[in-house]
């Protein structure tokens, strides 16, 4: 069971049977992904959620925020998917904070 699940999102790797387990069995709170979410991600401490469980943007350990040009909603999707979800919205958000700079840059 544990294999499938991180056959579907791969950063569940570096993650222990006991995390993963802990995360699975929470599968219907996505908050309580938040303590994982350094293991998973280098660089992340966590991610805002909204009222709605709606993610919008991800912090860093040392303070900074990027807000999310697409907002993740993990509501009835299974964990590995929305996790990946996430990682797109991560790598989303840094293409564009970069694209920002550049134009800063050049103006």
């Known amino acids: ?3 499938t699940k991180r056959a579907g999102f791969s950063r569940f790797y570096f ?3 006991d995390e993963l387990l ?3 069995s929470e599968s219907k709170d996505p908050l309580r992904v938040q303590p994982h979410l350094k293991k998973c991600f280098e ?3 966590s991610v805002e959620f909204h ?3 709606t993610i919008h943007k991800m912090k860093s350990s040392e303070g900074e925020v990027v807000p999310w040009v697409t907002v993740v909603d993990p509501k009835g999707k299974g964990i590995e998917n ?3 979800e996430v990682t797109e919205a991560m790598l989303e958000a840094i293409r564009m904070q970069f694209l920002l700079a550049i ?3 050049t103006e």
């Open 43 to 45: 660089g992340i401490k």
């Open 22 to 24: 802990e995360i699975l």
């Open 1 to 3: 069971y544990l294999e």
């Open 15 to 17: 993650l222990s049977n």
């Open 51 to 53: 009222d709605d469980l």
């Open 82 to 84: 929305w996790m990946v």
């Open 103 to 105: 134009q800063n840059y």
